[in-house]
């Protein structure tokens, strides 16, 4: 039972325009959402986050927006850089139990110069 | 500078062999996660461990121990290896909600570089 989906395997874009990594969930208990970046042969590194009580966040060329109605958040990277390629990791827990924190399949980004 | 350290990097087994996966943080992090990395399954969590001394059951916890004897440290035992238990295992460290010390960043797991682990 996968509550945390990304449905898409693969992105590719061009180096200087926009990228957006979508993810889905399905327990409605999730109140923070994270997202994290993953390079061959290295662990996972956490890239942004979001609380359910806002529905936006921007770090630098990272936005992560949260539509709850819909238990969809999107991850966009404006300019996308070379050095974004990377597998992009959603995931979600809640605020009273980040033990379990539960994520998606990933998403390969590869930006092409 | 080193963060979440595990050991091996790699490993074969032969089916029905036991193994040990230790895990170390130097972060002094309340909170330590074993986790597995299948294709198309993302992360999934095996045990975790929200202090010393103790040990819960993640989302996939059949096959597996843990223990937690010191706080630095986690360890992930497999006992009778199987096939289905060949995957990237991924540890973690982190804080708890509670212990907020500001910014949303604060609140992340950090990982370890990964053990890929083949059962033949």
């Known amino acids: 039972d996968q509550q945390v989906k990304q449905n898409s395997p693969s992105l590719s874009v061009q180096e200087g325009r926009i990228s957006i990594l979508n993810c889905d969930y399905t327990n409605s208990m999730f109140d923070y959402f994270l997202w994290y970046k993953k390079y061959p042969a290295e662990g996972p590194t956490f890239l942004i986050s979001i609380s359910s009580i806002k529905d936006k966040n921007e770090d630098g060329r990272f936005t992560v927006f949260l539509n709850k109605s819909a238990k969809h958040l999107s991850l966009h990277i404006v300019p996308s850089q070379p050095g974004d390629s990377a597998v992009y990791f959603c995931a979600a827990t809640t605020r009273y139990n980040n033990n379990d924190m539960r994520f998606g399949a990933g998403t390969r980004l590869t930006v092409k110069p | 500078n080193a963060g979440v350290t595990q050991t091996p990097k790699f490993r074969v087994l032969k089916t029905g062999q036991s193994m040990t996966l230790l895990c170390a943080q130097d972060?002094?992090?309340?909170?330590m996660y074993w986790y597995r990395q299948d294709p198309g399954m993302g992360l999934r969590l095996i045990h975790y461990s929200v202090g010393e001394g103790t040990t819960a059951k993640g989302e996939v916890p059949d096959g597996y121990n843990v223990s937690r004897l010191k706080k630095q440290n986690f360890l992930l035992g497999l006992e009778s290896a199987a096939p289905s238990q060949t995957s990237v295992y991924f540890c973690?460290?982190?804080?708890?909600?509670?212990?907020?010390?500001?910014?949303?960043?604060?609140?992340?797991?950090?990982f370890g570089q990964g053990t890929r682990l083949t059962v033949v």
């Open positions: 973690a460290s982190s804080w708890p909600f509670g212990l907020w010390t500001g910014g949303l960043g604060e609140t992340e797991a950090f």
């Open positions: 972060m002094n992090h309340e909170y």
